[in-house]
């Protein structure tokens, strides 16, 4: 049976530390269930305790630009005498946000915080303990292959890169493994064609311009800025990219905003511009022949003497032109 997102996630939470001293145990793992928690009146609790445990669900939807795109939800459910969900939510945030996640035979996925609610369950009678418990809301984003046909922009951007900075992993050109958390020194890159549109035609030539989007991966704040840094100062320095059909796509504006989000919209733009060849069509020529056989193909000469005069007038006026052809035979 092929490995889900869904089952990447549970593998994933069951199997981080500090949670696994955190959360109740169910059937000898930590208590993290797909949907909803089983009764508690389920044999296979066994008798112990139930609380704290988190329960997820995860809704994906369609994206025009990144195939497909959604949201994960995370319920901490708590009581009042065991691990508060203040302390669980940062470790589920540490476990599943800002890695990569490859369900087998589906794209990358990488899920981004977005924001954390608290609520509360009141006691239904004196003997039953207050829940308490904190819904943490995460984005999940899809990081489709964008390799086309060639002549390619996105796939001499991934080549370029990654004989650039052979220590960095380019999503889309590289298989990565189940998880992948980029490194301060070994990033991880991503570009996408945001735009691409005619410019002009020539006879041999078809020039596009577009935009490419480039994502920059790293750990920390600081380590994205030094990669987008240096790798712009590449880009602009050299001003072109060679495709693999070995014509130049020319760099024609470079702009990096680290304000920008690396999942979402990605912090770098380039505006570029290349060449598509026209491929000559030939028509071979069909029923060759000559309508006389027998005409005269002896080539006939004609000159032409022209005695030209022109009388200038104002500017309003016209003007007349005298011309005298005559024929003379072949010397």
């Known amino acids: 049976m092929a490995t889900t997102l869904e089952d990447l996630v549970y ?12 959360l109740a145990t169910y059937k000898g793992k930590a208590a993290v269930f797909y949907q909803s928690a089983p009764s508690d009146t389920t044999p296979s609790w066994k008798g112990s305790k139930q609380y704290p ?23 901490i459910w708590s009581i009042d005498t065991g691990a508060m969900p203040e302390e669980i939510e940062p470790e589920v945030r540490k476990a599943l946000c800002g890695i990569f996640m490859t369900p087998e035979g589906e794209p990358p996925y990488c899920l981004a915080w977005r924001r954390s609610d608290s609520f509360s369950a009141g006691n239904k009678d004196e003997n039953t303990k207050e829940i308490i418990g904190i ?13 086309t046909s060639d002549p390619d922009p ?7 890169v990654k004989s650039w900075e052979p220590s960095a992993t380019i999503i889309g050109h590289d298989k990565l493994a189940e998880y992948y958390e980029p ?9 996408r064609l945001a ?13 596009m311009n577009g935009v490419i ?11 994205r800025l030094q990669w987008i840094r240096y790798l712009t100062d590449t ?15 020319t760099i024609r504006r470079l702009t990096a905003d680290t304000g920008l989000d690396q999942l979402s919209q990605g912090q770098i733009r380039i505006q570029m511009r290349f060449g598509i060849l026209r491929r000559a069509i030939i028509t071979p020529l069909m029923h060759i022949g000559m309508q006389d056989p027998d005409a005269d193909l002896t080539p006939r000469h004609l000159y032409v003497e022209a005695d030209t005069t022109i009388e200038a007038e104002p500017l309003t006026q016209g003007y007349e032109m005298n011309s005298k052809l005559c024929g003379k035979e072949p010397l």
Request: cysteine-free; hydrophobic content about 45%.
């Open 195 to 207: 735009s691409i549109e005619t410019s002009d035609e020539t006879n041999t030539v078809a020039w």
């Open 235 to 249: 880009l602009a320095t050299r001003g072109e990219v060679i495709m693999l059909d070995t014509s130049p796509m």
């Open 53 to 75: 445990r988190i329960d997820y669900t995860i809704d994906m939807q369609a994206d025009p630009e990144r195939q497909s795109s959604g949201q994960a939800i995370f319920n």
């Open 11 to 22: 593998a994933r939470l069951t199997a981080w530390p500090e949670l696994l001293n955190k």
């Open 213 to 223: 989007a480039g994502h920059v991966f790293a750990p920390t704040a600081e380590a």
């Open 183 to 191: 490194q301060a020194k070994a990033p991880a890159f991503y570009f």
């Open 135 to 147: 819904t943490v809301i995460i984005d999940v984003f899809a990081f489709p292959n964008q390799i």
């Open 154 to 160: 996105v796939m001499a951007m991934n080549h370029f």
